[in-house]
């Protein structure tokens, strides 16, 4: 899929929370001493005073301040998340507001689990490219659910990214194309008034993330008349390292091109901010001229595939926090009791 007009991201920024839990504290709660070791040390965790919303704003804050875009441009905000702290209520709007982007703008939340974020990137691209509104700003952002004990707990971080999309002219990278895969796959699911959310297990892998990731990725390629090798990046969602490793490989990725955008071993999977967590951190450091494959992944289940193209403007709208700035500063809690007080999971009543 291609836009009437070339468009690209004009600013981005991310957003990680400070805290940061041990998994072995989780394993000493739940596992056996025999168990094996969790595949993330540790994960992100909000602070009492944060949710979907504040890290939004920071996020949003940093991409605006990089693209030195009028906010009177802004025509659309879209927020991907499956955490929003109101059940009816859009996190949009608050958003909107606390950016001071309101009352002239689409504001809207998306959900479609982990792909949320990438979602709403589509919809950026769509609204600019069509030449409906001038910029569109995209975020992904969550923070973790998952059943204490269940498998989730061991991998689910908070945290994620925001992109603000404008015509290419003005743009950090372009978007040569993008594509989006859709099936019905009940991998992941979260009923109404249910505190947690479930997954079918067995699913996850095949037929969810590996059937969808790749054939995004492989119709994006033959879409753009690409290889593997013509990408001095490449970010996909990450659930775990090992489902990264191993798409990568089928599609012919090498690590050197992954490793930058594969922050999940440093604070577990943000959903719907993961794979836009691994885009800003390759943003981070790349170079103009370079191209970055992009490809999320969401249960129920779909993926987005993005071709993007470095330009010469990136440089100069680096500053601000970096994705590894936010990994760098982490501070963990006081073992598994704390981390369940700050998630709410302990429910007097």
Same mark, same amino acid.
């Given at each position: ?39 993330? %040390? ?59 982007? &309101? ?79 859709? &099936? ?28 969808? &990731? ?17 990408? %001095? ?26 490793? &930058? ?89």
């Amino acid at each position: 899929m291609r836009p009437n007009r070339e468009v690209g991201i004009a600013g981005y920024g991310a957003y990680v929370p400070r805290l940061r839990v041990r998994t072995a504290d989780i394993s000493n709660a739940w596992r056996s001493r025999s168990a094996a070791a969790p595949a993330v %040390a540790e994960k992100s965790v909000p602070g009492p005073d944060e949710d979907v919303v504040t890290m939004a704003i920071e996020a949003a804050r940093t991409a605006l301040d990089r693209a030195g875009t009028d906010l009177d441009d802004i025509g659309a905000v879209w927020v991907g998340t499956e955490s929003k702290p109101y059940a009816v209520k859009p996190s949009a709007t608050i958003v909107a507001e606390a950016l001071g982007i &309101t009352p002239n703008v689409v504001a809207a939340d998306m959900e479609f689990a982990c792909k949320a974020g990438s979602e709403a990137m589509q919809a950026a691209v769509a609204f600019v490219g069509s030449g409906m509104v001038e910029a569109a700003l995209a975020i992904g952002m969550d923070t973790a659910q998952s059943k204490p004990g269940d498998a989730l707990e061991y991998t689910a971080g908070c945290g994620g990214a925001a992109y603000l999309f404008c015509e290419a002219s003005k743009a950090i990278a372009v978007v040569e194309a993008s594509i989006s895969h859709v &099936t019905d796959t009940p991998d992941f699911f979260r009923r109404e008034a249910a505190h947690y959310p479930e997954h079918g297990s067995r699913f996850t892998g095949e037929p969810s993330y590996f059937r969808h &990731t790749l054939a995004a990725s492989r119709k994006l390629l033959a879409e753009v008349g690409l290889k593997a090798k013509d990408f %001095a990046h490449a970010v996909f969602h990450q659930p775990v390292p090992k489902f990264v490793e191993k798409a990568a490989a089928e599609l012919g990725f090498t690590r050197e091109q992954y490793k &930058t955008g594969l922050v999940a071993p440093r604070m577990g999977n943000a959903y719907a901010g993961s794979s836009l967590l691994g885009l800003a951190a390759v943003l981070d450091v790349a170079m103009p001229g370079e191209r970055i494959f992009f490809c999320s992944y969401g249960s129920g289940a779909g993926s987005d595939a993005f071709c993007f193209r470095v330009t010469e403007r990136i440089a100069e709208r680096r500053r601000g926090a970096t994705v590894l700035n936010y990994l760098d500063r982490r501070r963990v809690v006081d073992g598994y009791g704390q981390y369940l007080r700050l998630r709410g999971k302990i429910r007097r009543a």
